[in-house]
């Protein structure tokens, strides 16, 4: 079946299958996050992106095969919200930007800085600091060797515009030009989008909407 990255609270999960890696979206309730399971295909180790919500429904979507570890994107509460549960129920080490780890109540076993890798069995994740929606957010590049890349980006891009930066055009500023020197410049058209919350997109689509975003400020 042909992954559209269209999910919804209560629903199925969505596979995109690669090469190397699966990747299964999940919507949870209340606020319509995403959770993202990759798995290894050499290995079949596991790493869960947000544990934002719905422990059991994220414990279930893991299944019995477990988790090495847990990203959270950001510091937002809707992120984070079903960590603890998570992390006490498989023992995942945990990893955070680390200008975002003070706010999440989880200890954060593995601070993380732009450049950092992050492995999940034999792929490797390589981190993106994006300042502006919060102090530490991350994004997370899966450049897949046998494809285009994909990239997890939390709330810092969506279809249609980077994330809430609180009419502070300061933050809005870094995080557009963290977004554009980072991402757009950086990777190609086809490169997959997975954000925070809602339908996926790729860079190619969002790229002729920066200028737009750009003036208008948000």
């Known amino acids: 079946m042909t992954y559209s990255g269209v999910v919804k609270v209560g629903g199925p999960a969505d596979v995109h299958e690669l090469t190397d ?18 798995r290894c295909r050499a290995t079949g180790e596991q790493l869960l992106i947000d ?11 893991i299944g019995d095969d477990s988790i ?3 990203v959270t994107t950001h510091q937002h509460a809707d992120h984070w919200q079903a960590l603890a549960e998570v992390v006490r129920e498989t023992g ?10 003070d706010g999440i109540p989880v200890p954060t076993d593995v601070p993380v800085e732009d450049g950092d890798t992050i492995r999940v069995g034999r792929v490797e994740l390589v981190a993106r600091h994006l300042i502006g929606h919060t102090p530490g957010s991350i994004a997370l590049v899966y450049d897949d060797p046998h494809g285009h890349p994909h990239v997890f980006t939390g709330d810092c891009l969506f279809p249609g515009g980077v994330g ?9 500023a870094s995080l557009i030009d963290g977004v554009e020197k980072k991402l757009f410049d950086a990777l190609p058209d086809e490169t997959w989008v997975y954000p925070g919350h809602g339908k996926d997109t790729t860079l190619g689509n969002e790229r002729p909407q920066l200028p737009t975003w750009r003036e208008r400020g948000w």
């Open 92 to 101: 995942a080490r945990t990893y955070a930007g680390r200008y975002d780890a």
């Open 68 to 70: 090495a570890s847990v």
């Open 21 to 38: 890696l699966m990747i299964s979206k999940v919507a949870v309730g209340p606020m319509d996050n995403n959770a993202y399971l990759l």
């Open 164 to 172: 809430n930066t609180r009419k502070d055009p300061e933050a809005f």
């Open 51 to 61: 544990a934002a919500a719905e422990p059991e429904t994220l414990l279930g979507f």
